[in-house]
Structures are given as structure tokens and as C-alpha cells.
């Protein structure tokens, strides 16, 4: 297809009553890595459960391969081909892996296109979900978005609590996916990392964007992510501001 596979104009998003995310525009294109940094509290994840359907949407347009979906319950825009990976790692601990997988799986997807991104849980097929490791239970995660047939997926914070080492696992993946012609739209607390994997960047402060271009432009500037995240940069503060982003 021409054009972004996922398109937003004019975003504007609420949690419970209280205004968050404010009139943002964003394209994802197909077979892409998107990247959405900022501070916590810039409003990344309401954001991203306003396109998904998990937050009120009060304005603007949301359009995937498109489709308006901004009107659509959750379970439509998931039809429709949009993943969502939250930030729980929730996974059905009692299931074992291949039951976790079927569950999900709808349209096109296949076991074993999951079972060759991740070899880890192709050996732990017949286990508990419950018994794996955080990285493996993201895998897992990861893997049931890839056989719901997603266009796109959507992934917040995959990193949380999970060893550097686990992360840059998880960033490969990030690329398979690409690799297999979807799309994706990824926060994450390690900036770099996802810099790294990433085409285009935005970057919110209090629910707006303040940065959108290549990933080139920001991959291992610190103190213009500083900047960007938090407003001027204090004198000296460079080595600091990359601490913060990784």
C-alpha cells in the first residue's frame, strides 16, 4: 500500500475526564519501526491506548490501512489488524505456551512463523506460561500479537524490569517484525536502543509533540533528548541527559 499504514491527525485523548494527549499527528509506515520517546508522564501510553480503544479519543482522526477507527470498539480495530503489547506482560499463566499462542491466533497467523522469531519458546512449548522468565513472558506477548495477523503492533515499555542483556533480545525481534512486513509503533524507556531500531521519531512533552523526524537525528544526542524531554538542559548536564535515555 501507498501512504502510512497507521495514520493519526489531530489526536486528542482523555483519561477518565482529565485531557492527556493533545492534538497529535503521527504516521506509521509499513514496515516500519516508529518510535514515541518522552519523560514519564508525557502521556506515551494513553496515547497509545487511545489508538487501540482503551482510552476516549475526543478528537482528531485515527486511520489504519485507511479506515477510520476511532469510532470502532476494541475488539474491531484488533480485526481490523492493530496488535497491542501493554506494558503488564500479561500472559495466561495456567496455559502453556502453544495454548497462549492459539488463543490469539486469528486470520493468516501461524505457530511457527512465532516459533522461528523465538526459538526460546519453541522448547517451551507444552510448559506454563506462569514458569517462564520476564523476557520469555514478553516473547510470549510479543508472539500473540504476531499471530492475531496484525498490520500493525503497537508495543509500550516492553523493557520494564527486564535485564539490558533481555532488551536487545527483544529489540532484535522488534526488526523480525519489520522484517515480516508489519509495522510498529514502539515506547521505550531505553532511547537509544530503540533509536537504534527505529526509522522516525516523536517525542512527547505533557501530552504534545515537541520532535518529529528521523531517528538519525536524536540516536545518542542526550542532552537534545534531554531538551526535548524535559525543556532547556542545565550547563553541564549532557552526560546526565544520557543517562536518563538509555
Known sequence: MSGPVLALKGVSVNRGEVPIVHDVSLDVEPGTVTVVLGANGAGKTTLMDGIAGLAKATSGTIQLGGTAMERLPVYKRAQAGLG????????????????????????????????????ELNKRRGLQAGHLSGGEQQMLVLGRALISDP???????????????????????????????????????????????????????????????PCDELRGDGERLHEFYFGAVPAGAGAEAEGETR
Not at 505456551?97 to 491466533?105: A, G, K, M, P, T
Not at 509500550?156 to 532488551?167: K, N, Q
Not at 533480545?169 to 510498529?184: N, P, Y
Not at 515506547?187 to 530503540?194: C, R, T
Open 151 to 213: 498490520k500493525v503492533v503497537l508495543i509500550d515499555e516492553m523493557s520494564l524490569g527486564l535485564a539490558p542483556v533481555v532488551v536487545r533480545r527483544l529489540m532484535h525481534a522488534v526488526k523480525d517484525l519489520v522484517g515480516l512486513g508489519i509495522a510498529v509503533l514502539l515506547i521505550e524507556q531505553f532511547a537509544n536502543l530503540a533509536l537504534e531500531v527505529g526509522a522516525n521519531a516523536y517525542v512527547l512533552r505533557k501530552g504534545r509533540v515537541v520532535f518529529d523526524g
Open 84 to 119: 497491542y503489547v501493554e506494558q503488564a506482560r500479561t500472559v495466561f499463566r495456567t496455559l502453556t505456551v502453544e495454548q497462549n499462542l492459539l488463543v490469539s491466533r486469528s486470520g493468516a497467523g501461524d505457530l511457527e512463523t512465532v516459533y522461528g522469531l523465538f526459538p
